[in-house]
């Protein structure tokens, strides 16, 4: 069975220590001990945890394939004449997108905007984590 300490659990999610104990003291995370008293929480439970909050309405349409959603911060915005990139900080994740200047600027996409990037691949790589590191 995999366990998460609270750190490791807090990074694994983009947020801090303080944010997975509040959730687990308000009842939100379930958490046990390990043998040295410390609070852990089951891989099981957070990874129904992060799926449960990930089902939370963000506003997009069910009408497409894509499943792979991050909402984030643009920051940074680089046009030419012809393409642009666009810079996305979601969360702990750093995304970058090449596109046409004019979706940019139809989007008014622009640093410091709120935008989602939706990511449809027919490859995606998984690696296993060193042991030792979850």
């Known amino acids: 069975m995999t366990v998460f300490q609270i750190g490791e659990?807090?990074?694994l999610l983009g947020?801090?220590?303080?944010?997975m104990r509040r959730w687990v003291d308000a009842g939100r995370l379930a958490a046990g001990r390990d043998e040295h008293g410390?609070?852990?929480i089951d891989g099981v439970e957070?990874?129904?945890?992060?799926?449960?909050?990930?089902?939370?309405?963000?506003?997009?349409s069910d009408e497409s394939s894509a499943r792979n959603r991050l909402r984030g911060i643009v920051t940074a915005v680089v046009?030419?004449?012809?393409?642009?990139?666009v810079d996305i900080q979601a969360g702990p994740f750093r995304l970058?997108?090449?596109?046409?200047r004019e979706a940019v600027d139809e989007l008014d996409l622009q640093v410091g905007s709120i935008a989602v990037a939706v990511i449809k691949s027919t490859?995606?790589?998984v690696e296993r984590a060193p042991k030792?590191?979850?």
């Open 9 to 11: 659990a807090a990074d």
């Open 15 to 19: 947020v801090s220590p303080d944010t």
């Open 38 to 40: 410390r609070r852990v």
């Open 46 to 60: 957070l990874a129904a945890f992060v799926r449960a909050q990930a089902a939370e309405p963000d506003g997009r």
């Open 79 to 85: 046009k030419d004449t012809v393409m642009a990139q």
């Open 96 to 100: 970058v997108s090449l596109m046409s």
């Open 123 to 125: 490859t995606v790589v």
């Open 132 to 134: 030792g590191r979850h």
